[in-house]
């Protein structure tokens, strides 16, 4: 199975919400066009408290090369997949060979005392190694959650991200530029130029409105209707 940087919509979902299609023939290029729509929609909604906060643990059994089910003394009794909502990553820093060293793995699954990884490791990750995890993603959101102990990822969410794969789909996710390490990820970051593969390239002028807009310049009206649903740091998000 195929994930996307954030897990905000698998992509055998997609044709729940997107009444043009009918099936997903190619889920890991469903994925990436899903990758490219959460961070734009990340780009769009902006900062707010995250839901989870930024750890460290101890591997507590042997991870064997390949395998994806990993146990760590950080997971703790919590409820069925609460460390598996949006885009938790966790990283190898410590008692591991040196080729996992800085590695890092998608949560999609958790259990007492255990996450279930998108993918697992070139080679074995013992007992006391340790590592850190962090939600990389903007979603899930403190101010979602269903209860204190629940993350929450709202359905509009969802459909947000099905109606921005959409829009990728129509006007192609290259104008994104999402590949190119230089284009920004947020609106207050300013793109001065870029270019593609293509060899299509574009400059803006230092300091204008359109220069500061960053990813959440691409973002797909339908989803933009679907977030305004979702409350925002001021009150309710732009758009």
Do not use: C
Not at 32 to 45: G, K, N, P, T
Not at 214 to 222: C, K, S, T
């Amino acid at each position: 199975m195929a994930y996307s940087d954030y897990n905000y919509i698998r992509p055998s979902e997609l044709p729940e919400i997107l009444v043009t299609m009918s099936s997903v023939t190619n889920e890991d290029m469903a994925a990436r066009f899903i990758s490219d729509a959460e961070h734009i929609i990340d780009a769009y909604v902006g900062p707010a408290p995250k839901f989870y906060v930024d750890g460290t643990g101890e591997s507590i059994a042997l991870l064997a090369s390949g395998n994806t089910v990993w146990s760590g003394n950080r997971w703790g009794n919590r409820h069925p997949n609460y460390w598996a909502a949006g885009g938790v990553y966790v990283t190898v820093v410590d008692g591991a060979p040196a080729s996992v060293l800085g590695q890092r793995r998608l949560i999609i699954a958790s259990d007492t005392d255990q996450v279930t990884l998108a993918s697992g490791f070139a080679e074995d990750v013992p007992a006391g190694a340790l590592f850190n995890f962090q939600q990389e993603s903007r979603f899930p959101r403190w101010r979602d959650r269903m209860n204190v102990d629940m993350p929450d990822m709202p359905y509009e969410l969802k459909r947000a991200t099905a109606f921005q794969v959409e829009y990728g789909f129509l006007f192609g996710s290259e104008e994104a530029g999402l590949s190119e390490a230089s284009v920004a990820d947020g609106e207050s970051t300013e793109i001065q130029s870029r270019s593609y593969a293509s060899g299509y390239a574009e400059s803006r002028a230092v300091g204008s409105a359109s220069s500061k807009r960053g990813l959440a310049l691409l973002i797909a009206p339908r989803a933009r209707a679907e977030l305004r649903n979702l409350l925002g740091a001021t009150g309710y998000m732009r758009g």
